[in-house]
T-cell receptor, first 112, second 112 residues
C-alpha cells in the first residue's frame, strides 16, 4: 500500500509570512509529485508539479523535492488570507499502476 | 484546451434509490479517468479508474460501479444507495498517471 503522509494541521501563519507544507511518500519509484489547493467545498486545483530533485519556483510558490529522503515540500511566500485552504500532496504510483495516491492534506490558515 | 464537466452539482437521494453521476472530458483523447469520494473533513478516496473504453479498475469493493461507454465519458452508478454513500464525488482526468490530474467541480451527494 503506497502512502503519502501530511500533517493535517491546521497550520496558522500571519499574513506576509512564509508557509511551509511538508509531505513524505513511501514509493521509492515515484517520479512525479503534485501539489493541489482545495478551498472549502470546492474541488482540488493543481498549483505545482515537480519531477526533478531540487527547487521549482512559480510566483510565490516553491516546490522542493528530495528523492533520497522521499520528501517533498511546498513553500508559500508572502502568505495572503486568500491562501487559506487545504493543500494536498499527490504522488503517482510507480510500477505501471495508472493511479495517484493523495495525502490527507494540510489545512493552512493565514491570519490577517 | 481541455475541459471536464461533471453533473449534477448537488443531489439529494433517499436510501435505497439508484444513482448515476456522469463526467465528460473535452479537448483530449484516450484520457485516464478517475472517480474519487471525499467524506466531510477527510481525504480523497479513489473509487475507480479507467485507462480506456470498457476498462475499469475498482479500488474499493462496495455498492458502487463505474462504466466508460465512450472514450471521454465516465459514469458512476449504484443500484441502491446507502447512508454511507454520502459525500463529495469528484471526477478527474489526466493524459497519463505521471501527469497531473484535473478535477471536475464535483457532486455533493446527500442521502436521506
Amino acid at each position: 500500500q503506497k502512502e503519502v503522509e501530511q500533517n493535517s494541521g491546521p497550520l496558522s501563519v500571519p499574513e506576509g509570512a512564509i508557509a511551509s507544507l511538508n509531505c513524505t511518500y513511501s514509493d521509492r519509484g515515484s517520479q512525479s509529485f503534485f501539489w493541489y489547493r482545495q478551498y472549502s467545498g470546492k474541488s482540488p486545483e493543481l498549483i505545482m508539479f515537480i519531477y526533478s530533485n531540487g527547487d521549482k519556483e512559480d510566483g510565490r510558490f516553491t516546490a522542493q523535492l528530495n528523492k533520497a529522503s522521499q520528501y517533498v515540500s511546498l513553500l508559500i511566500r508572502d502568505s495572503q488570507p486568500s491562501d487559506s485552504a487545504t493543500y494536498l500532496c499527490a504522488v503517482p504510483d510507480s510500477g505501471g499502476y495508472q493511479k495517484v495516491t493523495f495525502g490527507i492534506g494540510t489545512k493552512l490558515q493565514v491570519i490577517p | 484546451s481541455q475541459t471536464i464537466h461533471q453533473w449534477p452539482a448537488t443531489l439529494v437521494q433517499p436510501v435505497g434509490s439508484p444513482l448515476s453521476l456522469e463526467c465528460t472530458v473535452e479537448g483530449t483523447s484516450n484520457p485516464n479517468l478517475y472517480w474519487y469520494r471525499q467524506a466531510a473533513g477527510r481525504g480523497l478516496q479513489l473509487l475507480f479508474y479507467s485507462v480506456g473504453i470498457g476498462q475499469i479498475s475498482s479500488e474499493v469493493p462496495q455498492n458502487l460501479s463505474a462504466s466508460r461507454p465512450q472514450d471521454r465519458q465516465f459514469i458512476l452508478s449504484s443500484k441502491k444507495l446507502l447512508l454511507s454513500d454520502s459525500g463529495f464525488y469528484l471526477c478527474a482526468w489526466s493524459p497519463t498517471a505521471n501527469q497531473p490530474q484535473h478535477f471536475g467541480d464535483g457532486t455533493r451527494l446527500s442521502i436521506l
